[in-house]
């Protein structure tokens, strides 16, 4: 589950499933889901369109390249031994 909706139904918060990110209270200014998404998208987030995800934060997605980019780097490193 990625949008949680609040209670009133008007307001929602888009949680990332990778590490749990809370970015909340966006139904005032980006006021719907289709409209929050291009807004988070330019800012990073990838995923699913659709409202109930899977979505990632831009956090997420550096930790994910980091241990790739210490792989490459103990390759190269016994290569030249
Ligand atoms: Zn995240």
């Given at each position: 589950?990625?949008?949680?909706?609040?209670?009133?139904g008007e307001?929602?918060?888009?949680?990332?499933?990778?590490?749990?990110?809370?970015?909340?209270?966006?139904?005032?200014?980006?006021?719907?889901?289709?409209?929050?998404?291009?807004f988070f998208?330019?800012?990073?987030?990838?995923?699913?369109?659709?409202?109930?995800?899977?979505?990632?934060?831009?956090?997420?997605?550096?930790?994910?390249?980091?241990?790739?980019?210490?792989?490459?780097?103990?390759?190269?490193?016994?290569?030249?031994?």
């Amino acid at each position: 589950m990625t949008v949680m909706q609040a209670d009133d139904g008007e307001d929602f918060s888009l949680v990332c499933d990778g590490c749990g990110l809370i970015v909340g209270r966006l139904g005032a200014n980006l006021h719907n889901w289709d409209l929050a998404w291009i807004f988070f998208k330019r800012h990073g987030w990838v995923g699913s369109g659709a409202a109930d995800g899977p979505h990632r934060c831009p956090r997420c997605l550096l930790q994910d390249a980091q241990p790739l980019a210490r792989e490459r780097t103990t390759a190269a490193l016994s290569t030249g031994q």
